[in-house]
């Protein structure tokens, strides 16, 4: 079986366009429109990497990757973000409470998409 | 002298194990010979941003020319030494 990955953000164009990259590759993709249902999905499956978005409405990134901790403390999580301090003031509370996460600054084409994924999965790459 | 750009998120158990792989690395592969700058994103972003990266941990050597960029993981092996010195 590939490894299985989840995308976990509210814009529906977002997560098309991370399947279209997973579309006829070895790994496994899973989406979710809200982090509610994100983490739904983390209690009743194991997955190899996570690709969340920090702005969404009802639980946001930072609320769904605490929860997201407290089910699997070691599932790489991505947080899909734009490089702006207003956005990235809003990890703090992650720094805070030492959760760990990596950053990926959006927008995204489907060749950062799968070189983030062989990184994380197979060992380092070189761009 | 190799001088390295290290961008990492936050002071998180993550980011500290990233630094120490790369630190152990970078001193087992040219020891006294290099200079290794760490960038943390949440702090400096626009520094990311100018520098073209868009994703944490990125690990660049800035020289000698020709740059070079690796993602992923840092801990040593033979693949990640041939990406930044072969």
Do not use: W
Not at chain 1, 6 to 30: G, K, N, P, Q, W
Not at chain 1, 34 to 54: H, P
Not at chain 2, 47 to 75: H, Y
């Amino acid at each position: 079986m590939g490894n299985r990955i989840l995308i976990i953000d509210d814009e529906e164009m977002v997560r098309d366009s991370f399947l279209l990259a997973f579309e006829d590759t070895e790994y496994e993709a899973d989406e979710a429109e809200s982090g509610e249902k994100g983490v739904g999905l983390l209690r009743n499956a194991k997955y190899d990497l996570i690709f969340l978005d920090l702005k969404m409405p009802g639980m946001n990134g930072v609320e769904t990757l605490i929860e997201i901790r407290k089910l699997d403390k070691e599932v790489p999580v991505y947080i899909v973000t734009a490089f702006h301090e207003e956005f990235l003031s809003k990890l703090n509370e992650l720094e805070k409470h030492k959760i760990s996460f990596e950053l990926v600054r959006k927008p995204l084409g489907r060749k950062e998409i799968l070189l983030i994924t062989e990184s994380v999965l197979s060992g380092p790459v070189t761009l | 002298m190799y001088k390295f750009k290290l961008y990492i998120v936050g002071q998180t158990p993550q980011s500290d194990n990233v630094i120490k792989e790369v630190t152990e690395f970078l001193q087992n592969s040219c020891k006294d010979e290099h200079v290794l700058e760490i960038v943390d994103i949440l702090l400096n972003p626009s520094q990311a941003l100018d520098d073209g990266v868009f994703v944490s941990p990125t690990l660049v050597r800035m020289e000698p020319q020709p740059e070079r960029r690796v993602i992923g993981s840092f801990k040593a092996s033979d693949k990640l030494s041939e990406m930044l010195f072969g």
